[in-house]
């Protein structure tokens, strides 16, 4: 940067720039900030005065940063981190923090149920997004704090802009109408579900990550995935959708009964769903401390990070404890 002032960068200027460079689009970029694209517009050429070098290229097609654009973000970011945690220190009591546990009567639950013992005079508030996908964009837009779920199914550019901690390797299940022909075994192997259809949430954009992880499942195994179909919401509407479809659904061994429906572990090999908590990057809260303490804690205690003899995971998985 050639700029030679000698004043300090505005944080509210900062936050826009980096805003901008996350996003690459000025009118989500205004939106999360809650500002009108006008005012977003003028605080980033402000900036780029005061500091004498042009942050961004902008075309009527796109926005990319410039070489100062990508020299200045991380500067911009730890400036950012250490104004919200001067701020927090002398704000009192931090505000809640938006806990997205997917489903409910999952092992994230147990994590949250810890936190809150860890942290009592924290607020940690539950939500329930169902999907990881679908989380990460409400983390990025500042509706929710953290989540859990598969992070090396995110999409790259997702996954740059969150941190993330392993929790633990989950054994993946079956959900069978309770007449199907296999649901009198104790454990479903793979091969038994050759031919079938199985539901892996096709077409719902909130979780993309789980059926992907369905589809490195199935391959090469004469399983198919079946095609989108309208989400069930509630246990009623779950055996409506069995009854008529009767197709089986992936789930994990901990997912909740169903009406009419067995639950059965897959087996030849052990299917494994890798569950992360993932949260913004540069996100500081002392509920977050105690949601990561309890996700570490129980997860040692209860042999979370063990992979059973047998299992499987998809290839190149990122984010997993051993690479």
């Given amino acids: 940067m050639s700029g030679s002032s000698s004043r300090d960068a505005d944080p509210r ?13 000025f009118t989500r970029a205004a939106a999360r900030l809650y500002l009108a694209q006008q005012a977003l517009s003028r605080d980033i050429r402000r900036l780029e005065r005061e500091l004498g070098a042009e ?14 654009g990508e020299r200045l973000l991380p500067y911009a970011r730890r400036v950012l981190a250490a104004h919200d945690e001067l701020s927090e220190a002398f704000r009192g009591a931090p505000r809640p923090l938006l806990v997205d546990l997917n489903s409910p009567g999952l092992a994230p639950e147990d994590v949250l149920h810890r936190a809150r013992e860890l942290a009592p005079e924290q607020e940690l508030m539950a939500r329930y997004e169902s999907g990881l996908t679908g989380a990460a964009h409400e983390i990025l837009a500042g509706r929710i704090d953290a989540s859990f779920g598969r992070y090396g199914g995110l999409d790259p550019a997702l996954r740059a802009r969150l941190d993330v901690q392993f929790v633990r390797y989950e054994r993946m299940a079956v959900i069978l109408p309770e007449d199907h022909p296999l649901a009198g075994l104790p454990e479903v192997p793979l091969s038994g579900l050759a031919g079938e259809r199985v539901y892996a949430g096709a ?6 990550e789980w059926t992907d992880l369905a589809v490195r499942l199935f391959a090469g195994r004469g ?4 095609p989108p179909a309208p989400l069930a919401v509630g246990k009623e509407e779950f055996r409506r959708i069995m ?35 993932v949260w913004r990057k540069g996100l500081r809260h002392p509920g977050l401390d105690a949601l990561r303490t309890a996700a570490a804690e129980i997860g040692a205690r209860e042999g979370w990070h063990t992979r059973p003899a047998g299992s499987w995971l998809p290839e190149g998985e990122p984010g997993l404890p051993d690479g």
């Fill in 13 to 25: 200027l900062l936050r826009a720039f980096v805003a901008v460079a996350e996003e690459l689009h």
């Fill in 55 to 68: 942050l961004f290229v902008r075309t009527t097609r796109q926005v990319t940063l410039t070489s100062d």
């Fill in 203 to 208: 077409g719902n954009d909130r979780t993309p």
């Fill in 223 to 226: 399983i198919e995935v079946a």
């Fill in 243 to 277: 009854a008529k479809h009767r197709n089986p659904v992936l789930a994990v061994v901990d997912f909740p009964p169903m009406p009419e429906c067995v639950l059965r572990p897959l087996v030849d090999p052990v299917p494994l769903s890798p569950v992360s908590l």
